[in-house]
């Protein structure tokens, strides 16, 4: 298998302090990613789409773990059950807001990623397509039912 490192995705977070959970939780957070020359093609219609699917690589990521205690919680739960980032693969996904183009550059909110991190795919957001009904959604439901949002949506 052999990746190509499409762009570079930059955000205002440096470091995880400070950064959401998941981007949803600080939704006014720009971030922008540069798509390299040679593959700036590939985002025509991209700016059709309110909400694009960010593929990237846990780029400052050191460790692998098949276990990981989420933030959620004080249990473990085996890395399929999780979207921690010290996964085997070290493979990121976020669902972001699209919010502008310019020429090769795009522009979206509801960021949850590291700068500088290497960006693989994008794809665009299809609620007919991505979108399910009575979903469960394991161990988050109680975190979230009734539309509780729980404090440790932002890492510390």
């Given at each position: 298998?052999?990746?190509?490192?499409?762009?570079?995705?930059?955000?205002?977070?440096?470091?995880?302090?400070?950064?959401?959970?998941?981007g949803?939780?600080?939704?006014?957070?720009?971030?922008?990613?540069?798509?390299?020359?040679?593959?700036?093609?590939?985002?025509?219609?991209v700016?059709?789409?309110?909400?694009?699917?960010?593929?990237?690589?846990?780029?400052?990521?050191?460790?692998?773990?098949?276990?990981?205690?989420?933030?959620?919680?004080?249990?473990?739960?085996?890395?399929?059950?999780?979207?921690?980032?010290?996964?085997?693969?070290?493979?990121?996904?976020?669902?972001?807001?699209?919010?502008?183009?310019?020429?090769?550059?795009?522009?979206?909110t509801?960021?949850?990623?590291?700068?500088?991190?290497?960006?693989?795919?994008?794809?665009p957001?299809v609620t007919?397509?991505?979108?399910?009904?009575?979903?469960?959604?394991?161990?988050?439901?109680?975190?979230?039912?009734?539309?509780?949002?729980?404090?440790?949506?932002?890492?510390?």
């Open positions: 298998i052999s990746l190509k490192v499409l762009g570079m995705i930059r955000t205002p977070y440096h470091e995880c302090k400070g950064m959401p959970i998941q949803i939780f600080k939704p006014d957070v720009m971030g922008y990613v540069d798509i390299y020359d040679e593959y700036a093609d590939c985002l025509k219609g700016d059709l789409f309110s909400h694009l699917l960010l593929f990237y690589y846990f780029h400052a990521v050191t460790e692998e773990k098949m276990i990981h205690q989420p933030y959620l919680e004080d249990v473990d739960y085996g890395s399929f059950a999780t979207r921690n980032n010290k996964r085997i693969n070290k493979l990121g996904f976020s669902v972001v807001k699209f919010e502008r183009l310019e020429r090769s550059r795009v522009y979206f509801e960021v949850d990623i590291l700068d500088k991190t290497p960006l693989l795919d994008i794809k957001y007919y397509f991505d979108s399910r009904e009575n979903m469960c959604c394991g161990w988050y439901d109680k975190h979230f039912r009734d539309g509780n949002i729980p404090e440790r949506t932002i890492l510390k």
